[in-house]
């Protein structure tokens, strides 16, 4: 039998035996009563220039409550969702843990649940969160001896006093106040299933993030009381049709720098390294009641800026889309600035939700200066020329080859590495990621500092990958280091109120790229600013940066950088996946407007004080595009193209005419540019072409005749085919199941999903594709 089931049946039979603390399983027993003895004192957290942030109170996240004042209904279904035979077992289930030692031992890991109350008890108040067979022996031995030692009523009331709840709320009553404003012994049967629901994920179910998964967790719980004839289906069927309903914090409880704050409990009270406790429960008690003085990276000053940029900038609250912006000193890694939302204390559904490092969203072309490190990494020239048409098909091994299209379809004759990253040409770098290879360019992504899951598939180089402005801020800091990653770091010091340290930060960094490739990659990102897509983030000193957009103009992003400041700077909608065109945005967001243009106005206040610093000597890019050789045919005349977007149309044709080329005209839907404008050109400008060839220019014939999707799901299919006719769509309606199959008994006949989702814009007359449940 293989060694680790061999280990993790071998605990099993220990703790059922009842003989874990004894002979062969044997160890130290610790104190089976867990209360913390710390005296409860406010713990503060300071910004870097020793001002008060906030005070941490422990009253305000922790309270303990006698189980006569939790009502049935939440205990019943804790006791439902979480540990059904908790009445019936000794303090170890042995059908649960034979069943999760099985898989863990088939895994080589320890992965699966299986814990009792009682074991998830013992856990969170005296073991940690190590995860090895060696752990779940002393849990479950444990659990046995205190399942001897003190009543099921009392576990259960420490259980529901001392669980994590999410939001920084530890036990049912600091749950019942953050969710819904109303003290536990008041909640009502969808609350308490909300409640019993959260416990086993409360990250995967916030219902300020994940709404969607928290109101199906609550389903499930109440599905489960039913089948357990905890509650009759006549109160379970009107409970699962109410709305989550959770509220918000008042503006009483409102303090500076608020997602920054949040970001920092965070750490504090999951990572142990910061000296708060081993232990759940332990850490809950320091962080909210031992007096902590928390140091942090914080500058008041720039935060300040960052936010009155964003308001300046995102001026409309009731229509605009939101924003993220995170700011570091490339140097030490310190996070100096953070926005993560409009208002952490608003009472919007995701006000709550932090988009600076929970938010994962797709970088489009932000992400193409790590695969232009990868590539300079790898040996290829930055004047190395490829086919730069609009569109483009790559083959793919085992796969239908891949089509790309640049962005409103530019492009056109020849680039170098320079002149495709500054005009942001997709198809080159469709090529580029190919040749460099898509796992290598994400194994190089992930060094530079993007913690989020990455996947190395191609379209990877376009920003398809999930990412947060904090991934990006860190990423993008290791080439202002000249190729050194010093991880972000928002914590620098954690004392007790008496001074004693329990934490000081320790520097740390590695040397990702040699400083000749950043040498070289820099001046490129440089003129991505002097005269690309990045113009809107000049601010007078030397900057480098990349713009990036999302699929649908889903995301805008812009990320520069001098040497002493890198700043990411993020706008979508929260909710994600909404376009932001007209009519449901004042213009077309792409990188190069609003996120460009919050990033300037907040890099010229946080840099005013400082002198300007160009970056280092030595750099080996070339500063205008190089003349391509090889590139051409021989003996072919090749001429740099002029610019004409942004004339209109006559003049363009004239221009280019008396260069002596021929021109071709399209005419294309367009916000950004008044009708006869020139909004694209292919050869692109400063690009090299043969001398005579053809140049196309995209003229604007004003705005796309946009709609906004309207919200279908709930609907019958006749209300929502009826609901699209009105607002000039059509309706494509696909009878198909809702996953799970179970779940859509109770919605038959109604739309469950919509491609595009609601509040997308689409061009009117476009299909909807909706998924009705079967009647």
Not at 184 to 205: E, H, R
Request: proline share 7%.
């Amino acid at each position: 039998m293989h060694r680790w089931m061999l280990r993790a049946l071998a605990a099993v039979g220990c703790t059922t035996l009842g003989v874990a603390a004894t002979g062969a399983c044997s160890y130290t027993t610790p104190s089976l009563d867990p209360t913390p003895t710390v005296t409860r004192q406010t713990s503060k957290v300071l910004a870097a220039d020793g001002t008060l942030l906030t005070t941490l109170h422990g009253e305000e996240n922790r309270e303990t409550v006698p189980l006569s004042e939790i009502p049935k209904v939440l205990r019943d279904a804790v006791v439902a969702i979480e540990d059904e035979r908790f009445w019936e077992h000794k303090g170890v289930d042995l059908r649960a843990t034979l069943r999760a030692a099985y898989e863990d031992a088939s895994k080589g890991r320890v992965l699966q649940g299986g814990s009792t109350i009682t074991q998830q008890y013992v856990k969170n108040a005296m073991l940690g969160s190590e995860r090895t067979v060696g752990r779940k022996v002393r849990e479950a031995a444990l659990a046995y001896h205190l399942e001897h030692r003190v009543t099921k009523e009392k576990i259960l009331e420490r259980y529901l006093n001392t669980i994590y709840f999410g939001n920084s709320a530890y036990g049912v009553q600091a749950a019942s106040t953050t969710y819904f404003n109303i003290p536990v012994s008041q909640l009502d049967v969808a609350q308490a299933a909300f409640l019993a629901g959260v416990i086993s994920a409360p990250s995967a179910y916030d219902p300020f993030v994940h709404p969607a998964s928290a109101q199906k967790r609550r389903d499930e719980v109440l599905d489960k009381m039913v089948a357990l004839h905890r509650l009759g289906p006549d109160v379970a069927t009107p409970a699962k049709a109410a709305a989550l309903g959770v509220n918000r914090p008042t503006a009483s409880e409102r303090y500076p720098a608020a997602y920054f704050v949040d970001e920092v409990k965070r750490e504090l009270l999951t990572d142990p390294i910061f000296g708060a406790g081993a232990t759940p429960a332990a850490r809950v008690a320091s962080v909210f009641g031992g007096g902590l003085r928390v140091h942090t990276t914080l500058d008041p000053r720039r935060q300040l800026a960052a936010e009155d940029a964003v308001s300046k900038v995102l001026v409309r609250p009731e229509s605009d889309p939101s924003a993220a912006v995170v700011s570091i000193d490339p140097r030490s890694g310190y996070v100096q600035a953070m926005v993560g939302g409009r208002d952490f204390f608003g009472a919007g559904p995701h006000d709550k939700v932090n988009l600076a490092t929970q938010a994962q969203r797709q970088a489009g072309s932000a992400f193409k200066p790590i695969v232009l490190a990868a590539a300079l990494l790898d040996g290829i020239s930055l004047s190395r020329s490829y086919r730069a048409p609009p569109e483009i098909e790559i083959p793919v091994t085992r796969q239908k080859p891949w089509k790309v299209r640049n962005y409103e379809g530019g492009g056109g004759g020849r680039m170098n590495l320079v002149e495709a990253t500054v005009h942001s040409s997709n198809t080159v770098y469709a090529q580029l990621i190919m040749e460099v290879g898509p796992a290598n360019a994400m194994g190089l992504a992930r060094r530079m500092g993007i913690a989020s899951p990455l996947q190395p598939y191609p379209a990877a180089v376009l920003g398809t990958n999930d990412v947060t402005p904090l991934d990006m801020a860190s990423a993008y800091s290791t080439l202002a280091a000249r190729g050194v990653h010093v991880p972000p770091v928002l914590i620098t010091k954690v004392t007790k109120a008496d001074g004693t340290v329990l934490y000081q930060h320790q520097h740390h960094e590695d040397r990702v790229l040699p400083e000749s490739v950043v040498d070289a990659e820099v001046p490129v990102l440089e003129q991505v600013v002097r005269r690309g897509t990045g113009v809107n983030a000049r601010i007078g000193r030397p900057v480098a940066g990349k713009t990036g957009t999302s699929e649908k103009w889903n995301d805008g992003w812009f990320v520069g950088f001098t040497p002493e400041l890198v700043t990411a700077v993020w706008v979508g909608f929260p909710e994600g996946q909404v376009s932001m065109v007209p009519p449901r945005t004042r213009v077309r967001v792409t990188g190069g407007t609003w996120p460009a243009e919050i990033w300037q106005l907040y890099s010229t206040t946080a840099m005013a004080d400082l002198p300007v610093t160009p970056f280092p000597v030595g750099r080996t890019a070339p500063a205008q595009p190089a003349a391509n050789g090889s590139a051409f045919p021989p003996g072919a005349v090749v001429k740099e193209v002029a610019r004409v977007i942004g004339m209109i149309a006559p003049r363009a044709e004239d221009t280019l005419s008396r260069d002596g080329w021929r021109v071709v005209r399209t005419d294309v839907p367009n916000g950004d540019y008044p009708p006869g404008y020139v909004v694209a050109q292919s050869p692109c400008a400063g690009c090299q072409a043969i001398a005579a060839s053809t140049v196309t220019i995209s003229v604007s014939k004003g705005a796309a005749d946009l709609v906004v999707v309207p919200n279908l799901l709930g609907l019958t299919a006749d209300e929502a085919r009826t609901t699209l006719v009105g607002d000039d769509l059509r309706a494509v309606l696909l009878v198909r199941a809702e996953p799970p199959a179970a779940g859509a008994g109770g919605r038959r006949g109604l739309v469950w999903k919509q491609n595009p989702p609601a509040d997308a814009a689409a061009d009117r007359g476009a299909a909807v594709t909706v998924y009705v449940n079967p009647s």
